[in-house]
């Protein structure tokens, strides 16, 4: 069954450091998203692809946080630099753009939980 | 604004009851889209459940059922004869009519079921 990657599945790091993560939707799916949830809390939206453009940027804190999705594939979200309030688990997800409008089934990734000291 | 409530931050409940977990909706959109996803430990969200604004059936999968009310903006969640490892937390979604629209979600409902 076919599933969305991510990559690491936690990482530890400390506060001005640089981090990445990485994402592998499922193949053929078009659209793409990064999703940040804090503990204790539902998933938020970071930033939407459509194939390698950003649909939906508008809650990511652009000056520490950039994405990208160059060859509409596989997408890396990173941070630079980390702070204490970064800490939460970061989670991608895919839908297809074919089939019935509005279906809209996200299927998501294991997540990567990120611990900033 | 969109925005989805789920007032019970934690239940427990002892296995094999019934146990309902609440979801209030706001949305100006006419057509919309709702959903249920579970959240078990290991941190992945599985879809359970997708429901068009348009259809207030009520539906049953095996031991889980949903109850759509669009007159109170309500789409509540039932496991009857609860096991263990529905233990998790639940969460309520809300989309726009889009096919890309973003899912807002609510706080997540974290349900114990004690053997």
């Known amino acids: 069954e076919a599933e969305v990657a991510q990559s690491p599945r936690y990482k530890i790091t400390e506060k001005s450091q640089a981090v990445a993560f990485w994402c592998d939707p499922i193949s053929g799916h078009a659209t793409l998203y990064w999703y940040r949830q804090i503990l204790g809390q539902g998933p938020e939206l970071l930033v939407q692809?459509?194939?390698?453009?950003?649909?939906?940027d508008s809650q990511l804190p652009k000056d520490r946080f950039s994405a990208e999705r160059l060859k509409g594939v596989d997408s890396t979200l990173k941070i630079q630099p980390a702070e204490l309030g970064d800490s939460a688990m970061y989670l991608c997800?895919?839908?297809?753009?074919?089939?019935?409008?509005?279906?809209?089934?996200?299927?998501f990734g294991p997540g990567t939980r990120l611990t900033v000291l | 604004a969109q925005k989805v409530t789920q007032a019970q931050t934690e239940i427990s409940v002892v296995e094999k009851e019934d146990v309902t977990l609440d979801c209030v909706y706001e949305?100006?959109?006419?057509?919309?889209?709702l959903f249920w996803y579970k959240q078990p430990p290991s941190g992945e969200l599985v879809f359970l459940i997708r429901r068009n604004s348009f259809d207030e059936q009520n539906e049953i999968s095996g031991r889980y059922s949903w109850n759509f009310q669009k007159s109170t903006s309500s789409f509540n969640f039932t496991i009857t004869a609860s096991q263990v490892v529905d233990s998790a937390v639940y969460f309520c979604a809300l989309s726009g009519p889009n096919r890309d629209d973003k899912i807002i979600f609510g706080k997540g409902t974290r349900l114990h079921i004690l053997p």
């Open positions: 997800a895919s839908s297809s753009s074919v089939g019935l409008a509005g279906t809209n089934e996200q299927f």
């Open positions: 949305t100006r959109d006419t057509t919309y889209y």
């Open positions: 692809f459509q194939d390698e453009s950003v649909v939906d």
